[in-house]
């Protein structure tokens, strides 16, 4: 444990919004995702996730459906002029400016606006060389305030693992509702609980090694094919969604916030429509990213069923994450969860063959869904606490 400095030598900004990445004012976005980057690595082993600038960046241009307000911590000099861009490690992160303020800590709150008007998203995350000096604490009871102004009342944070502790451990920590464990000994664990924060699910991380071995694919494809019967016929395309189909997956994106569970968590479901869809298609395409889909067509209706996708970044082909799978109710039990999956590893084999695992996270209840990915060789890979509070019930880390 560190002693805290007398005097902060950082401070608290609001980052400009840039033009471009290029522009001198996106340094907070490159030490931002500097920073991510370097906190991945150490807290987690892999920084496959950790946000890029331009993820950033087009979430900020993107507020269509989830409002961002964003603070960044600085490192002073002791002039009282900000540091100059330089990483952790003393390298000087890729894009940021010289003599750019250096960004030792991150703290964003998203604002739903479509739905769930109630929820306040908060992430904090500190440099692991800056943690415990009040850095967090400070963050966190910024973005405390900006909720209660903006009027919302429920509190919402995940913690990322990068190890699920075994079951006799004495930090392992269950939520009430529902199966996981998460180590309340993590800063993020100590940090969350400190501010009042609840653990409600614990939600596994699995990944799968690529590629697959044989015809493992193949023949689960198969096998469900025949499960499923001439009833449904399956649709694989990559961004965009075709027009005759956008409507209806709206429809099966809402279903699935409807139906996911979400063990003690005061969530509404989401509302999606067509319009929706193209905004994150469009997010996609300006942050270089792509969408692999299956869906399945229920023939004598010609409605949707169920739909399955894979996102990814195109300057990284090296992984891939599992997004959105959902069968409407009416149709389950007739495979097409595992069908839609198998035919789209397949495609994405053929589309994406650099690739080397792809990511998924579902909440340790969501049975029927671990057992599809168990099954297809998903293997645990730690996962993310999520944690949950009444806003007003919400304890100040700086006022002691
Ligand atoms: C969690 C995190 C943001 C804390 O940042 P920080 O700047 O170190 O936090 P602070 O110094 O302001 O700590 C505030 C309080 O949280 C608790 N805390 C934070 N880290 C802790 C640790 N490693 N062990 C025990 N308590 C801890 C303490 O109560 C601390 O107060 P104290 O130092 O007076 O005892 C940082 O560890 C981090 O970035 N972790 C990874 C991302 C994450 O999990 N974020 C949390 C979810 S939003």
């Known amino acids: 444990m560190t002693t805290p400095p007398a005097t902060p030598t950082w401070r608290i900004v609001e980052p400009p919004m840039p033009a471009s990445l290029e522009d001198p004012d996106a340094w907070a976005y490159h030490g931002v995702a500097a920073l ?45 002029a900000p ?28 604002l739903p606006v479509t739905d769930n008007r109630h929820l306040a998203v908060v992430r904090v995350v500190v440099l692991p060389s800056h943690r415990r000096r009040g850095i967090g604490a400070a963050l966190a009871d910024r973005l405390r305030r900006v909720a209660l102004t903006e009027g919302r009342s429920t509190l919402f944070a995940e913690v990322e693992f990068a190890v699920e502790p075994a079951e006799d451990a004495l930090d392992a920590l269950t939520p009430r509702e529902g199966d996981g464990r998460v180590s309340a000994d993590l800063p993020g664990m100590r940090f969350a609980r400190r501010a009042g924060l609840g653990l409600e699910i614990v939600a596994r991380r699995s990944v799968l090694d690529l590629p697959l071995p044989g015809d493992v694919v193949e023949r689960f494809a198969a096998e469900a094919a025949a499960r499923a019967g001439a009833d449904y016929r399956v649709h694989t395309w990559q961004d965009p969604v075709p027009e005759a189909w956008a409507a209806q997956l709206a429809a099966l994106e809402q279903r699935l916030s409807e139906d996911e569970p979400n063990g003690g ?56 994450e599992q997004d959105s799978t959902v069968v409407l109710p009416e149709h389950r039990g007739h495979r097409l969860g595992m069908l839609l999956k198998a035919v789209n590893l397949r495609e994405h084999a053929r589309v994406r063959p650099a ?44 006022e002691r």
């Open 355 to 398: 690739t080397r695992r792809i990511s998924t996270w579902n909440n340790e209840t969501n049975a029927p869904m671990l057992a599809i990915n168990d099954a297809l060789g998903f293997r645990p890979a730690g996962g993310s606490a999520e944690l949950q509070a009444p806003l007003a019930d919400v304890v100040p880390l700086t």
């Open 36 to 80: 991510e980057r370097t906190a991945a690595l150490a807290d987690l082993g892999h920084d496959d996730f950790a946000p890029r600038a331009v993820d950033l960046l087009v979430a900020a241009r993107h507020q269509e459906h989830l409002r961002r307000y964003r603070l960044v911590a600085v490192e002073e000099r002791a002039d009282g």
């Open 265 to 320: 968590l005061v969530l509404e479901a989401e509302r999606w429509d067509a319009a929706r869809i193209r905004v994150e298609e469009a997010k996609r395409s300006e942050s270089g990213q792509g969408a692999l889909f299956t869906v399945a067509e229920h023939v004598p209706t010609g409605t949707l069923a169920g739909m399955t996708m894979l996102v990814y970044s195109h300057d990284r082909p090296e992984i891939t």
């Open 83 to 110: 540091a100059d861009g330089a990483t952790a490690d003393g390298a000087t992160a890729e894009g940021v400016p010289d003599g750019a303020p250096r960004v030792v800590g991150y703290g964003s709150l998203s």
